[in-house]
């Protein structure tokens, strides 16, 4: 066997690792069964279910596309291996194809409970003033950046502005391929070092802001939500208005009287979408509550801690008197901070996520 017929073995050997650790031929399987539930005349009278069974099915599809697709153009290339005239052209494409590999194979480290699911962010201005406020809109901005990038759906679900600048806190909804698994990476303190545009002598200012990152649950049997332990509250949506919007009592405002949780959502037009998204973001807020070991864990969850200054944060952004953004887990850093303001962090995202896995 030649040197590139054996590359090529060595990649399909790659591939069928993959394919049985992410464990794709009980998705073929379960796709079937999505597909045939799918075919059911019946099947759009439950409308709400129904959209959650094309969006599993679609994601499935897509994965095991992608998959079969890298699969199938290697057996082609081992075909085509045969000519010696091709051999500079399969050795292009094969790199090529080993970027792409290399890309899937990360699906590996994203095998949480909840990867798959949305993420429901928000981030909560900190020690630092009117400085503070504005980095939570610069991180908003970022991770709104990062979602275009990604080609993943952004919901704002609540946003309350500061009374001079920036926002006081922002909670949205980033619906993608792994956007949980991905996006739990960031739940931290993020330090912001500047000259602040609020000081009239420019002086150099240190800000912090606090990210929380769960993913969107419905309720199961493991996890339920009791209506009796609720009291929710409507109230009038703030925000730029519109037909029907700001006119009426739609925001609404959950408190789970047993924890104490509070979560709001004024983003939908009716009162009961909110209620519906509120109740989803409060599951997935129980659901990390009562895994907590700590009571101090539980008390950020119910917005009593959140410490969002020295000495606790994950990642610093420092735009003088140098430039660089450094994470402080994995000691990843760049000297670009405008790129990485401008929503390119999946490799920060990665790096923390390799990091995670190896702790396994």
Same mark, same amino acid.
């Given at each position: 066997?030649?040197? =590139?017929?054996?590359?090529?073995?060595? !990649?399909?050997?790659?591939?069928?690792?993959?394919?049985?650790?992410?464990?794709?031929?009980?998705?073929?399987?379960?796709? +079937?069964?999505?597909?045939?539930?799918?075919?059911?005349?019946?099947?759009?009278?439950?409308?709400?279910?129904?959209?959650?069974?094309?969006?599993?099915?679609?994601? =499935?599809?897509?994965? *095991?596309?992608?998959?079969?697709?890298?699969?199938?153009?290697?057996?082609?290339?081992?075909?085509?291996?045969?000519?010696?005239?091709? +051999?500079?052209?399969?050795?292009?494409?094969?790199?090529?194809?080993?970027?792409?590999?290399?890309?899937?194979?990360?699906?590996?480290?994203?095998?949480?409970?909840?990867?798959?699911?949305?993420?429901?962010?928000?981030?909560?201005?900190?020690?630092?003033?009117?400085?503070?406020?504005? !980095?939570?809109?610069?991180?908003?901005? /970022?991770?709104?950046? /990062?979602?275009?990038?990604?080609? !993943?759906?952004?919901?704002?679900?609540?946003?309350?502005?500061?009374?001079?600048?920036?926002?006081?806190?922002?909670?949205?909804?980033?619906?993608? &391929?792994?956007?949980?698994?991905?996006? @739990?990476?960031?739940?931290?303190?993020?330090?912001?070092?500047? *000259?602040?545009?609020?000081?009239?002598?420019?002086?150099?200012? +240190?800000?912090?802001? /606090?990210?929380?990152?769960?993913?969107?649950?419905?309720?199961?049997?493991?996890?339920?939500?009791?209506?009796?332990?609720?009291?929710?509250?409507?109230?009038? &949506?703030?925000?730029?208005?519109?037909? &029907?919007?700001?006119?009426?009592?739609?925001?609404?405002?959950?408190?789970?009287?047993? +924890?104490?949780?509070?979560?709001?959502?004024?983003?939908? @037009?009716?009162?009961?979408?909110?209620?519906?998204?509120?109740?989803?973001?409060?599951?997935?807020?129980?659901?990390?509550?009562?895994?907590?070991?700590?009571?101090?864990? @539980?008390?950020?969850?119910?917005?009593? =801690?959140?410490?969002?200054?020295?000495?606790?944060?994950?990642?610093?952004?420092?735009?003088?008197?140098?430039?660089?953004?450094?994470?402080?887990?994995?000691?990843?850093?760049?000297?670009?901070?405008?790129?990485?303001?401008?929503?390119?962090?999946?490799?920060?995202?990665?790096?923390?996520?390799?990091?995670?896995?190896?702790?396994?």
């Amino acid at each position: 066997m030649n040197e =590139l017929a054996t590359e090529l073995e060595s !990649w399909l050997s790659r591939v069928q690792r993959a394919w049985t650790a992410l464990h794709l031929d009980q998705k073929k399987v379960q796709l +079937t069964r999505l597909q045939a539930q799918m075919q059911e005349t019946n099947f759009w009278h439950d409308r709400q279910t129904a959209e959650k069974v094309s969006q599993e099915a679609g994601r =499935l599809q897509h994965q *095991l596309d992608v998959w079969t697709g890298v699969q199938n153009e290697l057996i082609d290339l081992q075909a085509l291996a045969l000519d010696a005239s091709l +051999t500079a052209d399969i050795n292009e494409r094969l790199q090529q194809i080993g970027a792409t590999i290399d890309q899937l194979e990360f699906e590996l480290v994203l095998q949480g409970e909840h990867d798959t699911r949305p993420a429901i962010l928000t981030i909560y201005a900190g020690a630092g003033g009117v400085d503070a406020q504005d !980095w939570a809109q610069m991180l908003e901005r /970022m991770y709104l950046r /990062m979602a275009e990038r990604q080609g !993943w759906k952004v919901e704002v679900l609540n946003r309350t502005v500061g009374q001079e600048a920036g926002i006081k806190n922002t909670t949205i909804k980033i619906t993608g &391929s792994y956007a949980y698994g991905y996006l @739990r990476t960031e739940q931290g303190v993020h330090r912001l070092v500047r *000259l602040s545009p609020y000081d009239a002598d420019q002086a150099r200012h +240190t800000s912090f802001a /606090m990210v929380e990152v769960l993913p969107e649950l419905e309720e199961t049997d493991a996890i339920k939500i009791d209506e009796k332990d609720l009291r929710i509250d409507v109230y009038r &949506s703030s925000g730029k208005g519109g037909q &029907s919007v700001n006119t009426t009592d739609s925001a609404v405002r959950i408190t789970h009287l047993p +924890t104490g949780i509070v979560v709001t959502c004024q983003n939908e @037009r009716s009162q009961m979408q909110n209620k519906e998204q509120a109740k989803k973001y409060l599951l997935g807020k129980l659901q990390v509550y009562y895994q907590a070991e700590k009571d101090e864990e @539980r008390q950020v969850l119910r917005g009593e =801690l959140t410490e969002a200054a020295w000495g606790n944060q994950i990642r610093s952004y420092v735009l003088h008197p140098y430039k660089m953004v450094k994470d402080h887990r994995t000691k990843f850093e760049t000297k670009d901070p405008q790129t990485v303001l401008d929503g390119e962090l999946m490799e920060f995202m990665k790096k923390r996520l390799e990091q995670q896995a190896k702790l396994l």
